[in-house]
């Protein structure tokens, strides 16, 4: 995210909005508190953080903030899988939880994943944070937030019933399917993927076995020039 605390907005209205944040980089929420959380200025208030999508669920279904500023990819099954785990959440009739993304990713998929599960709107992390604040208000109130170029994607997505929402390859994978294809074709080996999902190797072996069987792929080479293909590394 780039900008300084100088950047953050003032908040003149006096507004007040609780926030978690979801990320699996300490430093980068770090940042994030410093450069939004100083709440007398900004109206954020940080109110917990979560590195993966255990501690996520557990944390947001404690505090019940307003917004969760949610990473895409998490140890544990992803944004995707916190949003289908709070969906009761999200459906509240008073005081529901809304959703803003907040990811370096701007592949579209990722983009239309996270809607689909229920978010509110995908910014990337090189949001100023005077424009990360009013999306966070933005989404308070209930409106859809987008970095400029993603709103595309989303509409490109949905505007036309003639047309599959997702790549119809990608959408025989499961989540986890899809979080091992990324690690594979950013060039993790199995043990690393397994450390960084909480899974065995096995496991992992297994999800990439699936994978290269639903996708009709013979090894992780030809893996990899498909996912970057479709702009997923």
């Not at 995210?1 to 300490?26: I, K, P, Q, Y």
């Amino acid at each position: 995210m780039t900008g300084t605390t100088e950047d953050s907005a003032v908040n003149d209205g006096g507004r007040r909005v609780r926030v978690v944040l979801v990320d699996d980089h300490r430093m980068f929420r770090t940042g994030v508190q410093a450069e939004i959380g100083e709440t007398a200025r900004t109206g954020v208030e940080v109110v917990g953080e979560a590195a993966d999508v255990d501690q996520a669920v557990t944390v947001i279904t404690a505090t019940r903030p307003e917004v969760v500023l949610l990473d895409v990819h998490l140890p544990g099954g992803g944004g995707v899988e916190v949003l289908r785990r709070c969906a009761p959440l999200m459906a509240a009739a008073e005081n529901p939880v809304r959703f803003l993304a907040l990811s370096v990713s701007d592949a579209a998929e990722d983009v239309i994943g996270v809607i689909r599960g229920g978010a509110r709107g995908y910014v990337t992390k090189t949001i100023t944070g005077t424009d990360l604040v009013d999306s966070i208000f933005r989404v308070q109130d209930g409106d859809a937030v987008f970095s400029p170029r993603l709103a595309g994607f989303v509409l490109d997505a949905f505007a036309s019933t003639d047309a599959p929402p997702v790549d119809e390859d990608l959408d025989r994978l499961t989540q986890r399917e899809r979080e091992v294809l990324r690690l594979i074709a950013r060039g993790y080996a199995y043990k690393e993927i397994a450390k960084q999902l909480f899974i065995s190797v096995k496991t992992v072996e297994s999800h990439v076995s699936a994978v290269l069987r639903k996708l009709q792929l013979s090894n992780r080479h030809e893996l990899t020039r498909w996912a970057t293909a479709r702009r997923l590394v």
